[in-house]
């Protein structure tokens, strides 16, 4: 079975700090894996893919297979980035079977 | 992409009782799944929505407690049956798109 964990619940920092939130996954097989985020008041969306290496509000997330690691960073925080943001995997045929992490709380500081 | 609009987007139930979910998106889409998150958790795969057949539940849920309907491609309904406290959640509706998820805004049902 899949399993998705995000270790870190909260995590806070200041404006301008870098910011990493922790993924880590098990999958027996190929995964596909994906951030999520919720904006407050808004529906989840996606941030970002690993399969499409990009950078999205100045976001990357390396697929580590080694580590089985897909940690999120971002150099700079804004405030803006304050949300909460979920790892999930994708095992079946369609990108909307989800295994979600826990989820982290990213509070920006001014 | 896919807009889904869910309703109702919050109730307050009595136990025993049983409410629907309607999940309405913008365009035909193949797949549509129902989650569950309840207070202080993540999200949880409740089932898949079939079109045309019944749904495929994951491990822990049953027809009887979440039978789910999907009479076409852009729309499904979740009922949450003979409800208690332990049933107070947020339920969300997803449709698969060929590259990513999308998610209605959740219907937050709590039971008294």
């Known amino acids: 079975a899949q399993r998705v964990t995000q270790p870190e619940k909260l995590l806070s920092v200041f404006k301008g700090a870098p910011v990493e939130l922790k993924c880590n996954y098990s999958y027996s097989g190929s995964p596909e894996l994906f951030w999520y985020v919720q904006y407050s008041r808004q529906r989840l969306q996606l941030l970002l893919r690993h399969i499409s290496r990009e950078s999205i509000k100045g976001f990357t997330a390396d697929l580590n297979k080694g580590e089985t690691s897909f940690h999120l960073k971002k150099p700079f925080a804004q405030e803006e980035d304050s949300a909460m943001y979920y790892c999930a995997s994708a095992g079946g045929t369609s990108y909307g079977k989800l295994t979600f992490g826990q989820g982290t709380i990213l509070t920006v500081h001014p | 992409s896919a807009v889904i609009s869910q309703k109702p987007s919050r109730d307050i139930c009595q136990r025993g009782t049983s409410l629907t979910i309607q999940c309405q998106v913008d365009s035909q889409v193949t797949m549509m799944f129902w989650y569950r998150q309840q207070p202080g958790q993540s999200l949880t795969l409740i089932a898949t929505a079939n079109q045309g057949s019944e749904a495929t539940y994951e491990s822990g849920f049953v027809i009887d407690k979440f039978p789910i309907s999907r009479p076409n491609l852009t729309f499904s309904t979740l009922t949450v049956s003979n409800m208690s406290p332990e049933d107070s959640s947020i339920y969300l509706c997803?449709?698969?798109?060929?590259?990513?998820?999308?998610f209605g805004q959740g219907t937050r049902l709590t039971v008294v």
């Open positions: 997803s449709a698969g798109g060929s590259t990513e998820a999308f």
